[in-house]
């Protein structure tokens, strides 16, 4: 079919073999980053976080080759593997829960107190001109202690645990019942992990819960709760905190898991065919569904948590605690600071995920779930 326009060769006859086609590479409805310097601004912008990116790249696997030099080879299971995944756990949990004391100050004062507060930001606005920067941070410390040494403890002995009960029921049935599995071992981490945190948890509510803040600090608040109710007012939160945290640490790591697992289902091909920065953002999403599952399961015996540490009378038992406490907020009470939790929870598994897969990674280990199922083994004939 002819065209409708004019060839080269029409044009050369008409205008003289000297004309040539202007080809600045544009097409003529092209716009021009001449016109539209945004354009080039919006492109430079790229260029150079591409360029970053690939720095950080460089710097992040020159520093994992040296780590990897220094402890050499790191064998699945073994106690480098166990020790290495307790220190990721330390990092993931101590780093994230410090980072977000504002919105669990926040939620732990309504919690304890739902008419104090109108809405989260009013009560930062508040916080803030009354008790300045520092007010914002309360209680950073007992939550930097208290979940460094839980997030060692968890992500540790759930490593271990998962290992040592696959082995138990063989790899066919650990593969068939992998949920039960990841549910016991998370169970058995955590109930362990909780006996590290309890301590500080309890400083922690009683600093954000009191205005102004009856403790100094950490140790300030060790030494004052073991000389007036001894080491026994540091535990009276334990069976709460276990309420709350084993269900809640089953739901993290089961749901993260099998959302993992389910993810990487759904994308073409398989896990081993995607880098290791792909597969901790697989990872940060994961995370992040299972925490909103996480909050809202946990969240009633977390109520209970703030109220306990708060209001508990020594010598006061926990039944008849509990009855008074849940006599004065009802059911509904018990939800008090969902929505602000289900942000923090959902964001804090996310990154920590992220951040104990970036470890692993760096100490050249695979990220956790998503693995293969294991090889059927062949008929035997008779």
């Excluded at 699945?76 to 990721?88: D, I």
């Excluded at 009470?333 to 289900?342: A, E, F, S, T, Y």
């Amino acid at each position: 079919m002819p065209s409708v326009y004019p060839g080269l060769d029409a044009l050369q006859n008409t205008f003289g073999s000297s004309y040539q086609p202007k080809n600045n590479g544009a097409t003529p409805l092209q716009a021009r980053t001449d016109l539209y310097p945004a354009y080039s601004v919006v492109d430079d912008a790229k260029s150079r976080a591409k360029k970053l990116s690939a720095e950080a790249a460089q710097e992040f696997e020159a520093a994992s080759q040296k780590a990897q030099a220094k402890t050499g080879h790191i064998e699945l299971y073994s106690r480098q593997y166990y020790a290495a995944c307790t220190f990721g756990g330390l990092m993931a949990c101590g780093i994230t829960h410090t980072a977000v004391t504002p919105l669990d100050l926040v939620k732990t004062r309504r919690q304890i107190d739902s008419k104090l507060y109108k809405g989260n930001f009013q009560a930062w606005g508040h916080i803030l001109r009354h008790e300045g920067v520092r007010g914002i941070f309360t209680g950073w410390s007992p939550t930097f202690f208290g979940y460094s040494a839980q997030g060692a403890f968890k992500y540790g002995w759930y490593e271990f645990f998962k290992k040592k009960y696959s082995d138990l029921a063989g790899p066919e049935n650990a593969h068939k019942y992998k949920t039960a599995l990841y549910l016991s071992a998370s169970a058995s981490a955590e109930f362990l992990a909780d006996l590290a945190l309890c301590p500080f948890e309890a400083i922690k509510v009683r600093m954000q819960g009191t205005i102004p803040s009856q403790y100094k600090g950490t140790f300030d608040g060790f030494s004052q709760i073991t000389a007036k109710e001894g080491w026994g007012g540091l535990y009276k939160g334990l069976y709460p905190l276990w309420g709350r945290q084993i269900p809640y640490t089953m739901m993290k790591f089961a749901s993260f898991e099998t959302i993992v697992e389910k993810i990487y289902e759904r994308l073409p091909g398989s896990k081993s065919d995607y880098s290791k920065a792909a597969q901790t953002g697989v990872s940060f999403v994961g995370g992040y569904a299972a925490g909103i599952l996480c909050a809202i399961v946990s969240h009633p015996a977390d109520v209970m948590v703030s109220k306990l540490n708060a209001y508990r009378q020594p010598g006061e038992g926990m039944g008849a605690v509990t009855s008074r406490i849940y006599k004065d907020i009802g059911f509904k009470g018990l939800w008090n600071g969902l929505p602000v939790r289900i942000v923090m929870i959902g964001t804090l598994t996310g990154l920590q995920w992220m951040i104990y897969d970036y470890f692993k990674v760096f100490m050249g280990l695979p990220t956790t779930g998503g693995a293969a199922p294991p090889k059927e083994k062949p008929a035997e004939h008779s």
